[in-house]
């Protein structure tokens, strides 16, 4: 399954390595690991994400089947966490197969400007102060544009 | 037909999906929105920014003019903050 929707942790290094492990014609594999961040002036103690897993499940199905042909990978998969989230835990793993390099990196890259703007899910942070919901950033819009300019 | 609202959408109206049956003027998600307001107070204040709210037809995100007659689920919903 290319997209996978959970709350429970998943290992970073074990996805990766079953991820590789069917790799005919690969000479290059990327994968980023997204993690609950928590600035010391601003601790965040809870990371909620809300989701709506129908839409997800197919927003990123689509966005996976999109990258696979635009930068030639092998294949591409998703792993996004949702629920109560700690500091420093995995939220989500973009894992990129490509022929090269370039594919692998750019496909990634795609794949998470993809999940920041467009897959259905919001973040919402519990500190000392209290609860708020973490506000979309333009520079997110920015990012994911950019693969839509023609250059 | 079923709306589903999500993050601080639907802690401002206090719930999470409802059961509704629009008028046939209501053509597009736009009409919907404002049709949502003009039947409460909470859902006015909170959709007072419609260009804050996305939108989507069962499993395709769509812009504020797409027809909603042949959605079977509409889901309303602040900007995403996945990744």
Redesign the interface.
């Known amino acids: 399954m290319a997209v996978r929707l959970q709350t429970a942790p998943f290992d970073p290094g074990a996805e990766t390595n079953t991820f590789l492990e069917a790799n005919a014609g690969a000479g290059a594999a990327v994968t980023f690991t997204g993690l609950v961040r928590s600035e010391p002036g601003d601790p965040v103690a809870t990371l909620t994400l809300e989701v709506y897993p129908e839409l997800a499940e197919a927003q990123i199905g689509r966005a996976i089947a999109d990258a696979v042909v635009r930068f030639g990978l092998i294949k591409a998969a998703v792993i996004h966490r949702y629920g109560p989230l700690h500091p420093g835990e995995p939220i989500v793993q973009v894992m990129t197969l490509a022929p090269h390099r370039h594919a692998a990196f750019e496909g990634a890259e795609f794949l998470m400007d993809f999940l920041k703007t467009d897959a259905p899910f919001w973040k919402k942070e519990a500190t000392s102060e209290g609860e708020r919901w973490v506000e979309a950033k333009a520079e997110d819009d920015d990012a994911r544009e950019r693969w839509n300019r023609n250059d | 037909m079923k709306i589903?609202y999500?993050?601080?959408l639907?802690e401002r109206l206090n719930r999470g999906e409802e059961e509704v049956s629009p008028p046939p003027e209501v053509v597009t998600v736009a009409d919907l929105i404002q049709w949502l307001r003009s039947r409460d107070e909470a859902a006015d204040l909170a959709m007072q920014k419609p260009q804050l709210i996305k939108a989507?037809l069962d499993?395709?995100?769509v812009p504020h003019t797409a027809a909603i007659a042949n959605a079977r689920v509409i889901?309303l919903?602040?900007?995403?903050?996945?990744?």
Do not use: L, S
């Open positions: 589903k999500f993050a601080w639907r989507a499993t395709e995100i889901a919903f602040p900007p995403m903050t996945g990744g």
